[in-house]
């Protein structure tokens, strides 16, 4: 299928691994230019072939520093993926989690993406651009995660669905991709956080990887790749879905089993 996104110009946030860097690849492999965002550049979102720009969003500046620096090495923007998200906390229990964390979740997940569409706007208004925002099967399914990041996400969700009505009569496409769980460093990281919980639990990485996909009933029995989310990324940014607004995909195995 031919997407016909050559010449067009995109913004991805959280651009430097996982999810985001999949989307920045993907899409300059449809012959995009994409200018990718991150706190850190790694190297390899520099081999990319994005224009790679170190931006910290939960600021004003920084926003102001990626958006500024696409309509100046771009000279507009047509599409938008609001990637950046996540969260340190892992608090699971209502009552044990602090007002910090949830300060935190929320700047990370939801204003990030206010404060860069809200930049963003003028520009994909006049190109009739479109918008995927990433979300979480948290949002659908919130028992079980820590309540922060599951709210978070669901504002994440509610915004897409906002803007896609408000801004729908101007031009622009607004949908949420929602993934379930992803094989990124997150959950490969020997030194990160599920690496701990592995060890406090008695099991190696690769165990406790097995036992998260079973815990969570996948029922295609594995993690999703970051390339199937970015390929899906592309298929909702396209004029291929152009009739395709305020909708929500979920891309989890299976794991959601609601209708």
């Given at each position: 299928m031919n997407l016909n996104l050559?010449?067009?110009t995109a913004v991805v946030t959280g651009a430097s691994k996982g999810i985001g860097l999949a989307?920045?690849?993907t899409l300059v492999g449809e012959g995009v230019r994409v200018m990718g965002a991150a706190r850190t550049v790694t190297p390899e979102l520099k081999e990319a072939g994005a224009h790679a720009v170190p931006a910290d969003l939960s600021t004003a500046e920084g926003v102001s520093a990626?958006?500024?620096?696409?309509l100046a090495e771009m000279g507009?923007?047509?599409?938008?993926?609001?990637?950046?998200?996540?969260?340190?906390?892992?608090?699971v229990g209502f009552l044990d989690v602090a007002e910090s964390e949830w300060t935190s979740a929320f700047d990370m997940n939801v204003l990030s993406t206010v404060r860069v569409t809200r930049a963003a706007l003028p520009s994909l208004i006049e190109r009739r651009g479109a918008v995927v925002n990433i979300s979480s099967i948290?949002?659908?399914m919130p028992g079980g995660f820590p309540p922060a990041i599951s709210s978070a996400k669901a504002a994440v969700t509610a915004i897409g669905k906002a803007l896609s009505e408000e801004f729908g009569p101007r031009g622009v496409r607004v949908n949420t991709v929602s993934p379930g769980l992803v094989n990124t460093t997150v959950y490969s990281d020997p030194d990160g956080a599920v690496a701990q919980w592995a060890a406090a639990s008695g099991m190696t990485l690769a165990e406790?990887?097995?036992q998260m996909v079973t815990g969570q009933n996948v029922t295609t029995g594995r993690m999703t790749?970051?390339?199937e989310v970015a390929a899906l990324?592309?298929?909702?940014l396209s004029d291929v879905a152009g009739n395709i607004t305020g909708a929500e995909y979920v891309i989890d195995g299976g794991t959601v089993k609601t209708v």
């Open positions: 050559t010449g067009k989307a920045v690849r990626l958006v500024d620096g696409a507009g923007i047509d599409l938008l993926v609001n990637n950046v998200g996540g969260g340190d906390g892992a608090t948290m949002s659908l406790f990887r097995r790749e970051p390339e990324i592309a298929f909702l």
